[in-house]
């Protein structure tokens, strides 16, 4: 059995006002398909306590702060932060709902322009990138994966990260995201953490749901070549599988760059996959968790893949996680388009 212990969390406004007091209620997000770390805090204070505590408006900066699970000593899990968003009920008591993202929200809300060689590697382009937007950087490692040649013009700046990503994955099969850590900007590669957590219903463990889908799956690839005016893009190659079993899905890829078959099929065959599962699963709060990491659920020996994560903060705090295969999270997140 395992014993969540007491855990303490505290937003400090300003790096000047703690708000521990005000504290109603902290849920904690992470996503795959987003940058940035999210916060929602819903805070109380009475008319007549923290007289000296401003008005709370979007820009602030604001960090949260708090016991990880199983430590006594507090620590950062957003440093620093910004409240994008408040939400103020004025009544007998002032009711403010804010939500928080760390730093890494400005390259989801900004837009710019890059050009990147022929050769360079997702690796390059992220460490470009946070020089110019001055991110601090904890580790970026080498992705190793040459990309082509891109031309980016008033793109949002994560699409151009992400993009970088997404080709790294469907040519060398090595699946990284984008984290922020206290001390910058980690470059993460999916299912690398050490000791993962193993979740099951005699200790820590309180409700699983599988969900299996034909949304999303692809039973059969039409590769088209490059499109003449006036007329319809002939057809390079089909690659199929599991039509007896599934029936014929079939999905488009678009070969523009006229790129070798052999590339062409690779990436057919990884746009293929039949019954589409997914694991949501609830569970005692593991705060330390995050977009990214393997789990071990009963069930599941082998391990799944954090999708998005859901941190109810509490003593003990609830935890909701949407979970699911390398393979389905490559075809998901990581297939070119």
């Known amino acids: 059995m395992i014993f969540p212990g007491v855990c303490k969390y505290d937003l400090i406004l300003q790096n000047k006002y703690y708000l521990r007091e005000c504290i109603q209620s902290i849920e904690l ?15 109380a204070v009475p008319d007549n306590q923290f007289t000296g505590l401003p008005i709370i408006t979007p820009g602030m900066e604001i960090r ?47 837009k710019d322009e890059y050009l990147f060689s022929e050769g360079s590697t997702a690796a390059d382009r992220i460490k470009q990138i946070c020089g110019d937007w001055n991110i601090q950087v904890k580790s970026i490692p080498d992705t190793g994966q040459g990309l082509a040649k891109e031309a ?33 900007l980690e470059l993460f590669e999916i ?37 003449s005016k006036g007329e319809l893009a002939p057809v390079v190659s089909e690659t199929s599988a599991d039509t007896d079993k599934y029936g014929t899905i079939q999905d488009i890829l678009q070969d523009e760059k006229a790129i070798d078959a052999g590339t062409a099929s690779s990436k057919a065959s990884q746009m293929l996959g039949g019954i589409q599962e997914t694991v949501r699963v609830e569970a005692v709060d593991i705060n330390t968790i995050r977009k990214g990491d393997k789990v071990i659920v009963e069930g599941w020996p082998d391990g799944l893949y954090v999708i998005s994560v859901r941190h109810e903060l509490g003593s003990p705090g609830r935890m909701q996680m949407e979970l699911a295969s390398k393979e389905y999270i490559r075809r998901r997140y990581y297939r070119e388009r």
């Not at 219903?201 to 490059?226: E, M, P």
Request: hydrophobic share 35%; aromatic share 10%; net charge positive.
């Open 29 to 43: 997000e992470d996503r795959l398909d987003e940058i940035a770390y999210c916060a929602k805090a819903k805070l």
């Open 64 to 110: 949260l702060s708090g016991t990880k699970f199983g430590e006594s000593k507090y620590s950062y899990f957003i440093q620093p932060g910004v409240v994008w968003t408040a939400e103020i009920q004025n009544k007998a008591r002032r009711n403010w709902n804010l939500t928080i993202y760390d730093r890494l929200i400005y390259l989801a809300k900004s």
């Open 152 to 184: 980016s013009r008033a793109t949002q700046i994560w699409s151009i990260m992400k993009k970088a990503l997404v080709e790294t994955g469907s040519k060398s099969g090595r699946l990284f995201t984008i984290r922020m850590q206290p001390d910058g």
């Open 191 to 227: 299912g690398t953490n050490e000791d993962p957590w193993v979740f099951e219903f005699s200790s820590n463990l309180r409700s699983v749901t599988q969900k299996q889908t034909l949304d999303g799956a692809c039973t059969k690839v039409k590769v088209l070549g490059k499109q």
